[in-house]
């Protein structure tokens, strides 16, 4: 699996829906590439902390549990693609929704409903892309996901975890701590894969700061304001 983020941020369009509430700041941690033993970690301080997070997951047979845990917990998964290969999957439409739909599958197989959320690997603005399936291939799988009913989700907070096989844990922090200045309505890019241990490291000191500059902790759903590249 490539768990690199090859991305052109241009511009990032915030959509609020009308749903934040004066004066409430709030926070979607969001993790990709899972679940691994990395989640199980993951899962486990944001139950002690009892806040809860969003999963865009791929395939990864062998983690039914882990899988089923993360909706147990009250937490939210959405569609990552089964594979994250960027040179199947960006090859074109076909092929993008023939990985999405086997992702719905294996999650139904196991008892989880389809997802309503997505998330395009490397991001809707991704430039990898363009080596296989033509500069034009975004714009059309963008489109092709709403009339197929999904809600895509970016992010406007970037925690640098991917930067780096393992990246380091105060790396990590002070990515998302710079990131996340100013502003009002975040959605923080984490990673949950298996070499990812770091993350969860850092995990508890980002949410630990966060809580002490007021965020609201939410989870994202079809409705909620959302972050779109483009």
């Known amino acids: 699996m490539n768990n690199s983020i090859d991305i052109l941020v241009v511009s990032t369009k915030t959509i609020t829906n009308n749903l934040i509430k004066p004066g409430e700041k709030e926070v979607y941690l969001t993790f990709d590439d899972g679940p ?3 989640t199980s970690k993951v899962l486990k301080i944001l139950k ?3 806040i809860n997070a969003t999963f865009f997951v791929n395939g990864h047979p062998g983690y039914e549990d882990v899988y089923k845990q993360i909706i147990s917990q009250g937490n939210v998964i959405g569609n990552h693609t ?3 290969d960027y040179k199947t999957e960006y090859s074109s439409i076909l092929s993008y929704n023939q990985d999405v739909d086997k992702l719905n599958s294996y999650l139904e197989g196991i008892g989880i ?3 309503t959320l997505m998330r395009f690997p490397g991001g809707s603005n991704n430039t990898i892309s363009n080596n296989y399936g033509g500069k034009d291939i975004m714009n059309q799988l963008i489109k092709e996901a709403i009339r197929k ?3 895509y989700i970016d992010w406007n907070v970037c925690s640098g975890d991917s930067d780096k096989t393992t990246e380091s844990k105060d ?3 002070d990515n998302v701590m710079r990131g ?3 502003m009002k309505f975040i959605v923080i890019l984490l990673h949950d894969s298996k070499p990812k241990t770091t993350t969860a490291e ?3 000191i980002i949410i630990k700061n966060l809580k002490e500059q007021g965020y609201v902790f939410k989870t994202l759903s079809i409705n909620s304001p959302v972050i779109h590249f483009k």
Request: proline share 12%; net charge neutral.
């Open 202 to 204: 850092a995990l508890p």
């Open 82 to 84: 089964y594979s994250h």
């Open 171 to 173: 790396v990590i922090i």
């Open 48 to 50: 002690d902390i009892d």
């Open 180 to 182: 996340v200045k100013g």
């Open 113 to 115: 409903p389809k997802p």
């Open 149 to 151: 009913g999904y809600q």
């Open 36 to 38: 691994s033993q990395n």
